[in-house]
């Protein structure tokens, strides 16, 4: 909804609700921004405060800057002095001032990920701990974890029934103390560290729950345990706390967000007064059935439905591919429909898909035909960190003198092979007037001491061997050696940065694409291929941005944005809902959340596409159809292949293009009910390749049970009773 278009009626009263704990669960495109805003600024009209005594968080510095800008359109004086900022940046600003009490300096340094990476390395060497059987982003991970569920390494340890000599614990125990020695602090730590200044020092806390009177905040949802913590304790003195979001759209669990934060809201405050915004302002009927038809089969929910007053628009649009190839085709087709004879602005039109990785094949047909197409919030898949690696990779293998690839793979992975060891040879290689190639095959001259020698003759003899392998193998299998020789994707696994998951991804993406480039060659190459890559990355740019730009996105990257047209791609089981959750019942729930959250970005027109088949690596595998589709009303649907979608079990289609969807006949049927779960907390379990553990937790009954256990040296696992290889060796207790 626009700025000047009046508040309906129960946005005017939660802006009016100022007193007190308020919940306004806000649907998606139901104009939740506009309310927290004009709730602040009428705070600032009709009560007794200052701007100063207004506290709101979100986060992201950008929402911070959005949300500000438009507080400060609508109070006439301003809100100079009124913090609108990021949870971390007011703990930042709470340690920086009062950190002293609970022994931090205002001098404090911030680790970022390379920091932590190291700090755990160093960790790591000192416990004995192999890198191959347990990456950094483990220990990362597990850090990050306990941190936000404030736990320190002796809680964490308990919490999960860890051992004294248990890897987690020991290296987590000797990360926070490295922290100290260094006066440093984590991002984890801000949120840590400020709860417990609150907590600690009751001066502090009451200073700051008179100073800010009125709290707001946006996204509840996706807030953690640090999070709740820090606004349970400044709103305990005066009460007036009032959080927006949805269900529905919390998608983050893995950043450790707690959905529970928003749903026990009233159990936290009994005394909140809630509100439903349920009008949208963004799509239209026909697809807001649709999302709120998938999202109805969440259990972890309120109960609440979107509508619009936009009118019924079009049905959305079910396309059955052959393949991904096929699948590209057509919307690269509709696309030009749509722009051309709907006259659909380019940057009005998204593609958006579940993993970064599925991205490849719409850059590739969109590039062929000249569509200009930007990705959103990552690169273009050939620009990729990973994907350049190994394209340098194969360059060298083709051409030994290309020395710009060269140096770029001499330490990648990391081979001990310095900064200054790259300069005295590339330095050695013009005044010999030869490639740095020519120089690692003869190093006698070269100055070099024996100990770097010895890393370059191996570096050397390793390309050599990839030399001679690529005059026989496919190009595919080349590139399957290179990884697995060098431990590419070990070096991924313990790099910086949490898309390590994406990057691997990405690794088998780019083998599906040589093996794609083989099947279509009957005399593929290595130089062939390399072709064809420098044939799909080389475009003009200009002329592309003139025309406006198609948008390619992941799901998660599309929150908070909206196109008139809309394609959700890769609608398959194991890809969307991913493989992850076909055996845990929360992750299925946040998939179903993700795809509420897609649908709902269209604003006219919405097209959900799925191939019957996809290649992943060298293999082409058979797909089944994503279950969401089958949750969706057939009255809202428009079948466009009937013949093709017939084919996905439990699906029913004729022979006309509107043959409406019929769901599988298991909707329709009440469930059995589920057997008794025969593991139970703290019972000892064996494992076929994890070992002995101890379950922690027991979700969901029967065959369908998720287990939580902490196994010996091998760290925390969820696993499915029905699929996981375990057995249980003795009962706890209480079993």
Not at 513 to 528: F, K
């Amino acid at each position: 909804m626009t700025g000047s278009e009046p508040l309906n009626e129960v946005q005017k009263k939660a802006v009016l609700q100022t007193k007190g704990p308020c919940l306004i669960f806000a649907g998606a495109g139901s104009g939740k921004t506009r309310v927290l805003t004009h709730r602040i600024a009428h705070i600032l009209e009709h009560e007794d405060v200052l701007p100063a005594n207004i506290l709101a968080l979100t986060f992201t510095n950008k929402a911070a800057r959005e949300m500000k800008e438009r507080v400060e359109a609508l109070v006439p004086g301003g809100a100079a002095g009124m913090f609108v900022g990021t949870f971390h940046s007011l703990c930042a600003s709470f340690l920086r001032r009062d950190g002293e009490a609970i022994g931090i300096g205002p001098n404090f340094s911030i680790f970022d990920t390379a920091d932590q990476n190291q700090v755990i390395s160093e960790a790591m060497k000192r416990l004995n701990i192999d890198e191959k059987q347990f990456p950094r982003r483990f220990f990362r991970a597990r850090i990050s974890d306990a941190k936000n569920a404030c736990l320190s390494p002796e809680a964490y340890a308990k919490e999960l029934g860890l051992k004294a000599n248990d890897p987690v614990f020991e290296v987590y125990k000797r990360y926070e103390q490295r922290l100290k020695e260094c006066g440093a602090l984590d991002f984890d730590d801000l949120l840590l560290r400020g709860v417990e200044l609150l907590e600690t020092s009751k001066e502090t806390l009451i200073r700051y729950q008179d100073r800010y009177l009125y709290i707001h905040v946006d996204e509840y949802q996706d807030t953690n345990a640090a999070q709740y913590r820090l606004l349970r304790l400044l709103a305990a003195r005066h009460k007036n706390l009032c959080v927006v979001g949805d269900d529905d759209q919390s998608i983050y669990s893995w950043r450790g967000a707690d959905i529970t934060n928003i749903l026990n809201f009233e159990k936290d405050f009994p005394d909140a007064k809630v509100f439903y915004l349920e009008q949208n302002y963004r799509s239209t009927e026909h697809i807001l059935q649709v999302a709120n038809a998938v999202i109805a089969n969440n259990c972890a929910r309120r109960q609440k439905k979107l509508w619009s007053r936009l009118g019924r628009g079009e049905r959305v649009k079910v396309f059955t591919a052959r393949d991904e190839y096929d699948e590209a085709q057509f919307v690269y087709g509709e696309i030009v429909r749509l722009q051309e004879d709907e006259f659909v602005p380019l940057d009005n039109i998204a593609v958006l898909y579940r993993t970064n990785a599925q991205s490849r094949v719409f850059e590739e047909r969109f590039m062929r035909y000249s569509l200009p197409y930007r990705v959103y919030g990552g690169l273009k898949f050939y620009d990729r960190r990973e994907i350049k690696d190994l394209v340098a990779y194969l360059r060298v293998l083709d051409n030994p003198r290309d020395d710009v690839s060269l140096m770029r793979v001499i330490n990648t992975p990391r081979r001990g092979i310095g900064d200054a060891t790259l300069q005295k040879l590339a330095a050695e290689a013009a005044r010999r007037g030869e490639s740095v190639m020519d120089v690692l095959i003869d190093l006698d001259s070269s100055g070099l001491d024996a100990r770097v020698k010895k890393k370059l003759e191996a570096f050397s003899a390793l390309i050599a061997r990839f030399i001679a392998l690529s005059r026989v193998a496919r190009p595919s299998e080349l590139i399957e050696t290179i990884i697995d020789e060098t431990g590419y994707a070990l070096y991924l696994e313990n790099g910086p940065g949490e898309n390590v998951q994406a990057r691997l991804e990405n690794l088998d993406e780019f083998i599906a694409s040589v093996a794609e480039y083989e099947a279509g060659a009957p005399d593929a190459s290595l130089s062939g291929f390399l072709e064809t890559v420098s044939l799909s990355t080389d475009m003009d740019e200009t002329k592309k941005l003139s025309r406006g730009a198609v948008t390619l996105m992941t799901l998660h990257s599309a929150k908070g944005l909206e196109f008139e047209a809309v394609f959700i791609v890769g609608l398959e089981d194991n890809l969307f809902p991913h493989a992850s959750a076909q055996v845990d019942p929360d992750e299925l729930e946040e998939e179903r959340r993700l795809c509420y959250v897609g649908v709902t970005r269209a604003q006219r027109r919405l097209y959900l596409t799925h191939a019957l088949e996809r290649r992943m690596r060298q293999e082409r595998l058979r797909c089944r159809v994503s279950r969401f589709i089958s949750e969706m009303p057939e009255e809202d649907l428009y079948i466009l292949r009937p013949q093709l979608f017939s084919l996905q079990p439990g699906m029913l289609s004729g022979d006309r293009a509107s043959r409406p969807l019929t769901p599988p006949e298991s909707r329709a049927q009440p469930a059995p009910a589920p057997k008794r779960t025969v593991y139970g907390v703290a019972d000892k379990v064996e494992h076929d390749r994890f070992g002995r553990g101890t379950v922690v937790r027991v979700e969901g009954q029967g065959e369908n049970a998720i287990l939580t256990i902490a196994f010996d040296g091998q760290g925390v696992k969820k696993l499915s009773v029905a699929y996981a290889p375990i057995r249980r060796l003795e009962v706890n207790a209480n079993g």
